[in-house]
């Protein structure tokens, strides 16, 4: 993942985690002072799970207006997140959140990474 660097495990520790439901947004501030603000439609289009990634492969794509329901935390693991169309399987760590990006989403950019979903 180009861009996508962690320095230390001190970073993949997030100090806050903001659902915010209007512009769809979550937003999570790590221990090393980046704030990420990612767009429900681009976690759910990341959506870790087995069943999104097996969908991936096949070129299927998931709803690209899903928004965020709810966000639990999954333990110290990272955050499992519910979405609009039902989909609430999907765990995120936290270095898989951290390695996403908001430079797929409009708005301004935050922290020096670039757009990678053409992978
Ligand atoms: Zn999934």
Known sequence: MPGATVDSAVGLWPAGVVLHAASQRLEIRWRDGVTQQLSA?????????SGCEAARRAQRRPPGDATLQAVHAAGEYGLQLAFSDGHDRGIY????????HDACVPGPPAHDTHCDSTS
């Open 41 to 49: 439609a681009g976690l759910r289009e990341h959506c870790p799970c």
């Open 93 to 100: 760590p936290w270095a898989y959140l951290r390695g996403l």
